[in-house]
């Protein structure tokens, strides 16, 4: 073994790579965080819409891959709702869902969770923005499976509430 095959190894062993790794990541969070709260302080409205707009588009993809994933049959009743339940997996909140779907002309399907399930997208954000990109990627993410999802935020951690609720109607 050469002396630069040991060195790396070395270090390796250490895990100094996954510290590097984990303190670059927390560099580009923190540069996100602090450009999208730049760019809504300079450009205002415009730059909320480009935020509500990337959001919305990184919900539908990333709402793409879980159904890919995990094959959601869009025909289910709560198949709009996998998605958000699965981020919520993944972020360690607990979850419930719960709706009627025979008393209303829409089918409507609630879901709860303990806390904010996107603890990570919104390290070092401001409310607003935080609200925004919530929406936003919630509406992809459900819609991503029913193209006619509506994803309406009734309770909100961002806002100080102690968990967050989404409503999603269905045509």
Known sequence: MDRY???ANTWKAVGVTSRV????????????ALLV???????????????????????LEDGRKIAETLNIDPSAPGASLIPLETIALLSGANSEVSGD???????QLAFKSSGCIFPQIFEGLEADAKEIVC??????????????????????????????EFMVTLR
């Open 5 to 7: 095959t040991r060195f």
């Open 135 to 164: 929406e936003k990627y919630s509406q992809g993410l459900a819609q991503a499976i029913n193209k006619d999802a509506e994803v309406q935020l009734l309770r909100k951690c961002c806002r100080g509430n102690r968990q967050c």
């Open 21 to 32: 790794r984990w303190q670059h990541q927390d560099t580009i969070d923190r540069f996100n």
């Open 37 to 59: 709260k730049n760019l809504m302080e300079r450009y205002g409205g415009e730059a909320r819409e480009l935020l509500a707009s990337v959001s919305y588009q990184i919900g």
């Open 101 to 107: 779907r025979r008393s209303r002309q829409f089918p």
